[in-house]
Structures are given as structure tokens and as C-alpha cells.
């Protein structure tokens, strides 16, 4: 079992930065690929990025150039640069065997933590 556990979010101004921070616990997160998620009112889940076992990353379209995904020990990041207020969701973390963008294929996911962007 990998408990996750997001933390960093919070309300800003169109414009600002923000860190998001995934602490695992249980088993060590560097054995598994992931993921960044993240679920807006009233729309699907959404893939944002991921970075593999080895560092490898994949970013979705919408945040490509100002989302960074990274790791270290025991905690994954991303770092959300040049907010928009579309980018306002709840995000998630998750942790999968293998390197998926669809949210079916991650095992374990934090409780989420809320980001909202003003204009």
C-alpha cells in the first residue's frame, strides 16, 4: 500500500505560481510512475502530467511549457507557473505500475487539494 498525501494548494491571482507537493507513505514511491490529475465542477478527471521511475515526464497540452513535474526521495511536485483561472480544479496525485495518462491504470490516489485561480 502507498498512501499519498497532496498539499499546496490554495487561491491566487491569475498570473501566480504555485508548488503542489505528493508525500507517500507505506511503501516508497520511487517503485511506481506518477501522475498528476486534476477535476474542475462538473467536468471528468483530467490527465496533467506524469513523470516516470526514471524521471521521464509527459505533460497534457493545456499546461505544457508552464507545468513542471519533478521528483525526489519520497515526494513528487508540480510546479504550476503562469496560472489561468481555467486552471482552477481540485488536483490529485497517483501512483501506477506502468505510465498511463488515462486515470484507470493508477492504484493509488491522495485526497486532493484544491487550486483556484482568479482573473
Known amino acids: 500500500q502507498v498512501q499519498l498525501v497532496e498539499s499546496g494548494g490554495g487561491l491566487v491571482q491569475a498570473g501566480a505560481s504555485l508548488r503542489l507537493s505528493c508525500a507517500a507513505s507505506?511503501?516508497?514511491?520511487?517503485?511506481?510512475?506518477v501522475g498528476w490529475f486534476r477535476q474542475a465542477p462538473g467536468k471528468e478527471r483530467e490527465f496533467g502530467a506524469y513523470?516516470?521511475?526514471?524521471?521521464s515526464v509527459r505533460y497534457a497540452d493545456s499546461v505544457k511549457g508552464r507545468f513542471t513535474v519533478s521528483r525526489d526521495k519520497n515526494t513528487v511536485y508540480l510546479q504550476m507557473n503562469s496560472l489561468r483561472p481555467e486552471d482552477t480544479a481540485v488536483y490529485y496525485c497517483?501512483?501506477?505500475?506502468?505510465?498511463?495518462?488515462?486515470?484507470?491504470?493508477?492504484?493509488?490516489w491522495g485526497q486532493g487539494t484544491q487550486v483556484t485561480v482568479s482573473s
Open positions: 497517483a501512483a501506477a505500475r506502468g505510465l498511463y495518462v488515462g486515470a484507470d491504470g493508477y492504484e493509488y
Open positions: 507505506g511503501r516508497t514511491i520511487s517503485n511506481y510512475h
Open positions: 513523470i516516470s521511475r526514471s524521471g
